[in-house]
């Protein structure tokens, strides 16, 4: 096995694997709280690091149908949410690329 690249964000607050406490997401990032995951209230970002993703999967979410790859910690393996690859419906395009991440899996500090 190889040696695991662990990236460190800087800023005010960063959004850290609950489990491990590794960097996941920079508040800069945070473009709404306002989303529900699989575990209760979830993120979206624009960008997330220290992350593995999963085989990509057709979903039918509360907002349509899309294309998600489930996304991991890449330290720890724990499960934190998804990334949106493609959306179906035209008013929900604007999450293709971004990433949902569950305030359960999640730990803020700052």
Known sequence: MGRLFIQ????PKIFKCK???VDSAS?????SKDFQGRFGRAFLFRNAV???LGPQEEKSLRSGLHIISDIYCS???????WR??????????YKEG?????????????
């Open 8 to 11: 460190t964000l800087s800023g």
């Open 19 to 21: 489990c491990c406490k």
């Open 27 to 31: 508040h800069d990032d945070l473009i």
């Open 50 to 52: 220290n992350i593995t």
């Open 75 to 81: 330290s720890c393996q724990q499960i934190l949410g």
């Open 84 to 93: 949106y690859d493609k959306a179906y419906e035209e008013s929900q395009k």
């Open 98 to 110: 971004m990433f949902i991440l569950e305030k359960e899996r999640l730990f803020k500090e700052g």
